[in-house]
């Protein structure tokens, strides 16, 4: 079994940062690709940034230039930095991670509980 859990979320004002953290536990063969969602009241979830287990990164096109993603693999953790927030980025934030439990197998999909974060003044 894996475990994914979310820190860092919260209420800042318009222009503010948080530092969000994700750090995966349990039967952890090797982590793939590890990235952050989020999902507005109302709205589907969608993509925010993804990194690749060698650092390759993407983001959505709203978020570029303000956020960044990073990981520390010694850790099976990733981070999302979240600079010059706006109110629309007000959503509970997931982060995902494709994680390989023994050799030869697949990658499955782990998801954390979500952390809510309010950009308002």
């Known amino acids: 079994q894996v475990q994914l859990v979310e820190s860092g979320g919260g209420l800042v004002q318009p222009g503010g940062s948080l530092r969000l953290s994700c750090a995966a536990s349990g039967s952890i063969f090797r982590i793939n690709a590890m990235g952050w969602y989020r999902q507005a009241p109302g709205k589907q979830r969608e993509s925010v940034a993804v990194?690749?287990?060698?650092?390759?990164?993407n983001y959505v096109d709203f978020v570029k230039g303000r956020f960044t993603i990073s990981r520390d693999n010694t850790k099976n953790t990733v981070y999302l930095q979240m600079n010059s927030l706006k109110p629309e980025d007000t959503a509970v934030y997931y982060c995902n991670a494709a994680v390989k439990i023994a050799w030869g197998t697949l990658p499955k999909d782990y998801w954390g509980q979500g952390t809510q974060v309010t950009v308002s003044s």
């Open positions: 990194i690749t287990s060698g650092g390759d990164t």
